[in-house]
């Protein structure tokens, strides 16, 4: 592969001409055309003798190109009837693993983030920390249910406000399961950090994942500390000295309404991340907001995470229009950067080409629902952590002998319903392709059947396909056969 990508700063979102036959998908920015098939997942370049200018002259140079080739439609991967999350909630006699328990260990955070869906980190009830006896109680219960389990987040609030119910977790576990024992992490603020939480980080291999929104000037105002301190420059200051401790950390950062108004792009972002922290693959999501409605329905206002604060934040929420030209400048620059070996990629970008490398289709669109399972504080089942505190994604509580609720099969036919029963929720060429957020898009929507974000992740995705056909062009000899992989 070449170093420089050929003509990549002539793509554009509005130069860019999409059009499908049968499993065929054909990208081109005029310049270079890509060609997809959803069923091989092969990736690979067409040589056209004049660009296509029109929707229409590309579609027709597809069909010819692929003339004579016995192609067939696409078929959607369809879901499990059941999954190793969910299959041992609906009968007792199923034995399953999960990929991620979440334990929400405090209900307490010592920042004070604007767009927070946890009602600044108590979900809605009194400031608390979940025990260790109780924390250690609701593990050894998970264990009944799945006896394998990947991984254990410690979450919040803040969960490094709680190190007691860390430890008595980690040892628990330690002596449970030894060389079987799953691996530890802790999402966190970054702010927290003293030598007792040192010595539980490197005793027990943790990995964190620490917030931050960008520079000082926007970090702080997103995420302010409530004694009125910079939390910037407390969390640079902690992770310096994490990287000495050899402690593992993944990035991640929210793109808000308030990074569009101060002019701060996602590509921005990349650079940040690629200057400032030595970052190259930050997780850069969009903020997941109600978006705004003619009048708000009282049994989401009653019930849903946000509450009191619905008509605020919807304020805030992000249009769609604006997320796709943001994240498909970000995917573009992702491509040139990967190519150029230098400089950050967002995690969304790296791992459908992952996918497209493997030719492996996304085998579920979220953890949530599929593989991961989130306790609350008070020992309340929820299928995400971002459900926490919504009675209506309540499975029960996994310390009640009766857990989990009837409720749990209804919550999973919701789910099932609203993604059409399809693996990731559209029938789309780029189904394969397509990873999100459940919990952000039922925030964002009300519900599971509107796809509400599915024209940013196309976007992303025809940025890296017409990335790589631009650099399988850029390799090959004049004259020579086009490449694909």
Not at 35 to 52: A, C, E, H, Q, T
Not at 348 to 371: D, H, M, N, W
Request: hydrophobic share 40%.
């Amino acid at each position: 592969m070449s170093c420089q990508p050929a003509n990549a700063s002539t793509s554009s979102a509005q130069h860019l001409l999409v059009a499908s036959h049968k499993s065929l998908t054909a990208i081109s920015d005029m310049q270079t055309t890509a060609i997809y098939d959803s069923n091989s997942m092969v990736v690979s370049l067409l040589d056209l003798p004049f660009p296509p200018v029109s929707k229409e002259e590309l579609q027709t140079a597809l069909v010819s190109a692929t003339k004579g080739v016995n192609l067939s439609q696409s078929s959607p991967l369809k879901l499990p009837v059941l999954n190793s999350a969910f299959g041992p909630l609906m009968d007792r006699s199923v034995s399953g693993s999960l990929s991620r328990l979440t334990l929400n260990i405090a209900n307490a955070c010592n920042l004070w983030c604007s767009y927070c869906y946890a009602d600044h980190g108590t979900y809605h009830t009194p400031v608390s920390l979940m025990t260790p006896e109780q924390a250690v109680a609701i593990v050894g219960r998970c264990l009944t249910t799945y006896p394998s389990i990947r991984s254990i987040q410690f979450f919040g609030g803040e969960p490094l406000l709680n190190p007691m119910a860390i430890e008595a977790v980690c040892l628990f576990l330690e002596k449970q399961l030894g060389s079987k024992c799953p691996e530890f992490t802790a999402t966190t603020n970054g702010t927290i950090l003293d030598e007792k939480l040192e010595r539980i980080l490197q005793r027990f291999n943790f990995s964190l994942t620490i917030s931050v929104d960008g520079p000082a000037q926007i970090h702080d105002q997103l995420r302010p500390a409530k004694a009125g301190a910079s939390s910037h420059v407390m969390i640079l200051r902690n992770i310096e000295r994490l990287r000495k401790l050899g402690i593992a950390i993944d990035f991640e950062c929210t793109y808000t309404f308030a990074h569009h108004r101060m002019g701060i792009s996602v590509c921005d972002l990349l650079d940040y991340f690629s200057d400032e922290i030595g970052e190259t693959n930050p997780h850069i999501a969009w903020s997941y907001l109600p978006k705004p409605k003619p009048a708000f329905d009282r049994a989401e206002k009653s019930l849903g995470i946000f509450r009191d604060d619905l008509e605020a934040q919807s304020r805030q929420h992000i249009p769609v229009e604006i997320l796709s030209e943001q994240f498909r400048a970000a995917a573009r620059k992702s491509m040139q950067n990967i190519a150029l070996g230098n400089g950050s990629a967002l995690t969304f970008v790296i791992g459908v080409l992952e996918r497209l490398k493997r030719q492996q289709p996304t085998s579920v669109y979220c953890p949530a629902f599929t593989t991961q399972l989130s306790i609350s504080a008070n020992g309340t089942a929820y299928p995400c952590f971002m459900f926490i505190g919504d009675a209506r994604m309540k499975l029960g509580n996994i310390l009640d002998p009766g857990f989990p609720d009837k409720q749990a099969a209804d919550i999973w036919e919701m789910y099932r319903s609203g993604l059409g029963g399809y693996t990731t929720g559209t029938t789309a060429w780029y189904a394969a392709l397509v990873s999100g957020c459940v919990a952000g898009d039922y925030i964002s929507t009300g519900g599971f059947s509107e796809r509400l974000y599915e024209p940013v992740q196309e976007a992303m995705i025809e940025e890296i396909i017409l990335g790589l056909a631009q650099y399988y062009k850029a390799d090959q000899p004049k004259g020579g056969k086009s490449n694909g992989a």
